[in-house]
């Protein structure tokens, strides 16, 4: 059973919350505890085992740690997303096949695209599919159509698979921290649109992407991972986004994986991340 | 032998350079060749076994070749460098000893710092250090100061290891496409000073160093190539650091050997590197 | 269009290649050439724009050529292919969404089973599934049953995508350098079976996975593409196997992407990839 | 200051643990905690500030703790070692120039050669240089004569830097887990001589470099860390040398840098490494 923890830090936390799990003849199976000196905040993951009464613990460690601590003994096991998408369908294809062989760590509830290409590889996958066009429409009722469609769903994330409009502060500030966006960039470099276009003039030797939450900051939210591949020369710009598909799908793939088994922390705007 | 060749693009360019080649009898060992097809752009980098007249071939050849043909049969086998430093040991030290084992593919003539820190190491590897101070002087005076030192070394390339002075566009000038310099980020993420501070606070996952020639256009020269390492939150500014001085060291290492082996083209503010 | 010839090393043949495109006028846009000296072989890939008689410049490559000279222009731009596969779902999904979307390189022509555990995914592709069990039978009649399925569909490749059984000479030789295996370990490290447990007890820090072309001796036919990912002790031996699925993936799909493109030269063993 | 733990797991060590530093006022900034669930061992390295008295820290965690614990508050903040070489140059360059400018963390004591290729290089940094032939002599007499010169500096450890005898079970039992080795290869891939002559004949697309800790059983000894570098058809046996020299390089700095550190624990003939 999972426990992550993040509160300011002090002496002895690590001796109060450690105490508790013993008290209770839990073992410790593997304990990630970081520092952040200069914040003095305290962020910790512990998986641990024989854990019998996970309501009783977090009752128990948050008496003992300062007030403002999070706790969660066992968050969800399984989170439940939504997928938002345009056009691209490597990642979205990854999620299904994910989804569909149950090693994705979440159940895809639905996926919503903004244009309907899509809609046929989800279908194989006896996913729901919706389409939500932003055409001829004010982006604030276009948000609101996807808000209606999103909130049956309660999902606890959701994941933007190369969705390609821009959602208002309004919309993001709805999810805090519960939107996961793949950029095709190495963030900072290329920020808005076109970055392998940018990246391509340029003439770099390496492109990147990077996954992280969505914050009302375009492409400026915390980064929970990034992944890089060599390109050269010989590259033409389309040569880039082909090769940069897989590395898109392959850095969207591990950020989820690290949300969804709760290995990621975030203040500050940034992220700590177990893995 | 080396035959580096760049010109217009044209039907037939390899027909005539290589039968140029059978002509002599030579043996063409490799040969890259590309095309930049948005450019018109043409370049070959060959090897060529059994070379007896170097001087009639690189003529011969550009009878054959475009009008604006660059053609070298045989660029210098070995280069000659001055390498400028500032306080940082870690390229310096790398590139002296690979110049004292004779691996660098270069000839180191001397070590110019505007800190006195590296002086002794260079005078270990018995090469000549000289001290020239930018302070209290215009940047004007610090320049001929230093061209004053580099000229009767006649370089072929100048190294920037960690050389921490901005260079004027004048000086820049004189060695159009000569100076190497390592850029401490993943460019263009981070440029102007203190990329480990901004990577830091931005939270990235990965951090890079990118050796290009130095324009007059900050930052902006021609990437020859680009190295990353991983980074977590569990680096303090001083870990990154750290951690970037292997990757500084590495991808400077690496830029000095594509280029010294003459396997570097510039145009266009890219490169074209055969690898 | 993709030109590719394989034959003996002598002077003066780039020079008869390149002259035989002239005449035709046709462009050469890239050119990879490869000379083995020890073995005194040499590779050339070219992509040449303007080719309006590819059995014409066939014909008069071959002419130029040695006599042993293997010249493909326009080798088969799509291949058919026929996929293999046990119950491991992550390379065969991979190759259906790919073959689904286009981007293969390839046409799925059916996949082929030992056990039915994939036929409900390929389905949903709309790519033919055929069940042929290996149970209670010897493996001249199971693989004269596979033949024999196969045999109809005249694939170019077969791509062995997690397949677990091991295939006799007779039946490899029938597809000489035609088949592709992905392998769980990073060759020659690991051999035969169960390589992730062998690397989980070694304790090693990476692990690997290598695509080849099956040849009759188990797991040393020629390499070509191999990828690897860091593993650490806190890796359970079903973490490694999690993550090196990812890896296995990942290396099939480079190495199928390689060949379907005629970037592979197979000789001794070994292979010349110009990728 | 590090503190290291090593011992049997059971419930509530890491209550234990952190309850007698939190008695002592010690704050904990990091702390990495593993447990081998089929071995049942534990391990933890903790970092922790305002330590006032680590000896009487050391006797009550020993308490606590169970009877065959290893506890180690501040272990040897810099470690003594000895190097040995034979002729390469490369990773005894690098441990050289990182013991002058202190970042090795770990004092060179001395440099012992059984050719004395490396004296030059040595000496440029004041460090002694001991030859020490094996030519007509048996093994145990020179192994004899290596112990005599090493004794007297009583080291830490001995980093084999590219020392290329075989050293017996006798003198290896004398430092055991003290003695640090590269192999260049990519364990257990390419054990004994010659691996890049293996792994060229082989036509591998990566090769590798192997640090380990050596034990009686040759190249099977605990892994410390490992670097691999991609290779192509184009290298030759010596373009493989040449690469493989860097990735020696960084391998030996990286491992020596988490044995010196206290990263390292070995059980089993497995290393757990909190990097």
Redesign the interface.
């Known amino acids: 059973m999972v426990i992550v923890i993040q509160c300011t830090?002090?002496?002895?936390?690590?001796?109060?919350?450690?105490?508790v799990?013993?008290n209770e003849?839990?073992?410790?199976?593997?304990?990630?505890?970081?520092?952040?000196?200069e914040e003095n905040k305290f962020f910790a993951r512990i998986v641990a085992e024989?854990v019998t009464d996970p309501v009783g613990i977090e009752e128990r460690l948050t008496k003992v740690l300062p007030a403002n601590a999070i706790v969660k003994v066992n968050p969800l096991p399984e989170k439940n997303i939504v997928v938002l998408v345009t056009r691209e369908?490597h990642c979205l294809?990854?999620i299904l096949?994910r989804n569909?062989?149950k090693?994705l760590g979440a159940k895809v509830k639905c996926v919503i695209g903004n244009h309907p290409d899509l809609m046929n590889?989800t279908k194989?996958?006896d996913i729901p599919f919706h389409l939500v066009s932003h055409e001829n429409k004010s982006r604030e009722t276009f948000e609101n159509d996807l808000m209606q469609l999103i909130s049956p769903y309660k999902p606890d994330y959701l994941v933007l698979a190369k969705f390609m409009r821009i959602l208002s502060p309004g919309f993001i500030s709805a999810f805090n921290m519960k939107i996961i966006n793949i950029h095709h960039s190495?963030?900072?470099?290329?920020t808005g649109a076109n970055p392998y276009r940018k990246a391509y003039i340029?003439?770099?030797?390496?492109i990147?992407a990077t996954a992280h939450f969505v914050t009302s900051d375009l492409d400026e939210g915390?980064?929970?991972?990034?992944?890089?591949i060599p390109v050269?020369?010989?590259f033409t710009l389309q040569d880039m986004v082909?090769a940069g598909r897989?590395n898109e799908t392959?850095a969207l793939?591990k950020a989820m994986q690290l949300v969804f088994e709760d290995r990621v922390f975030v203040y500050n705007?940034?992220?700590?991340?177990f893995?």
Do not use: W
Request: aromatic residues 8%; charged residues 20%; contains cysteine.
């Open positions: 830090d002090g002496v002895g936390l690590v001796a109060a919350i450690s105490k799990l013993a003849e839990c073992n410790i199976v593997s304990m990630r505890e970081h520092v952040d000196q024989n369908y294809s990854d096949t569909h062989f090693t590889i194989r996958f190495f963030l900072p470099a290329f340029r003439g770099v030797k390496i990147g915390p980064i929970i991972t990034q992944q890089i050269n020369h010989s082909k897989e392959a793939a705007n940034k992220t700590v991340v893995d």
